[in-house]
């Protein structure tokens, strides 16, 4: 099955729906820091449904709570693990081989 091109679309619709007022603020706040917009983040986003064949993220209580259930740890035992991620992610940021994007430009070749 061929992939969803997202930022090429052959036809477009017109998708309405509603949400809390203050959750489309907050949401509209990040979006904007990221260099995208509501309509570009829920096409991004359908795209990734359609190409995962599924949520494109975990729903959850937390992630707490997703990380302990997941892999069966205790409290303890995923907040050893947060701290041992947060350090490597750290490491792998400061070497270069982890590339954090912060925008939609950073997402370019």
């Not at 990040?30 to 995962?52: E, M, W």
């Not at 949520?55 to 740890?73: M, Q």
């Not at 270069?96 to 939609?104: D, I, P, R």
Request: aromatic fraction near 6%; avoid cysteine.
């Amino acid at each position: 099955m061929a992939q969803l091109n997202t930022f090429e679309p052959v036809a477009t619709i017109q998708l309405r729906t509603r949400i809390d007022s203050e959750l489309k603020r907050k949401g509209d706040a990040v979006l904007k820091k990221l260099g995208l917009d509501a309509s570009t983040f829920v096409s991004l986003s359908l795209a990734q449904l359609v190409n995962r064949r599924g949520l494109p993220f975990a729903v959850t209580e937390s992630d707490a709570d997703y990380f302990s259930k997941e892999y069966e740890l205790s409290s303890a035992q995923a907040a050893r693990v947060g701290r041992k991620l947060r350090v490597e992610t750290t490491r792998a940021r400061r070497s270069g081989k982890l590339k954090e994007v912060t925008s939609a430009a950073d997402l370019s070749p």
